[in-house]
Nanobody, 125 residues
Framework: QVQLAESGGGSVQTGGSLRLSCTVS?????????MGWFRQAPGKEREGVAG????????YYAASVEGRFTISQDYAKNAWYLQMNSLQPEDSAMYYC?????????????????WGQGTQVTVSS
């Protein structure tokens, strides 16, 4: 059974940092062609935040987080991460990790095969 588990969410003040982790079981991170992070705020659609194509080490970011967020992977720990710096209230959302066996649109939810349950990030002003 494939499971993705996010951790590292919490409450921070504006300008703070958090590091989200996504740990997988039932598959290996190395078997995935695409790893991503999405977020969804109440009343809004799920949006892609960051994507990573491991084979080419190519990363993509939403314009709203470019320069502040960094996606990375650690095959030894069967995990990937989202380092979030200079957090703003508008970053508040439920954050989800996802992975895909195949390449596709990094910010398209339908691309992904597996999803975590989410971890809440709240940024107060």
């Amino acid at each position: 059974q494939v499971q993705l588990a996010e951790s590292g969410g919490g409450s921070v003040q504006t300008g703070g940092s958090l590091r989200l982790s996504c740990t997988v079981s039932g598959i290996t991170a190395a078997s995935q062609s695409l790893m991503g992070w999405f977020r969804q705020a109440p009343g809004k659609e799920r949006e892609g935040v960051a994507g990573l194509f491991p084979s080419s080490h190519t990363t993509y970011y939403a314009a709203s987080v470019e320069g502040r967020f960094t996606i990375s992977q650690d095959y030894a720990k069967n995990a990937w991460y989202l380092q979030m710096n200079s957090l703003q209230p508008e970053d508040s959302a439920m954050y989800y990790c996802a992975s895909s066996r195949y390449v596709g649109g990094w910010n398209v939810p339908g691309t992904y095969d597996y999803w975590g349950q989410g971890t809440q990030v709240t940024v107060s002003s």
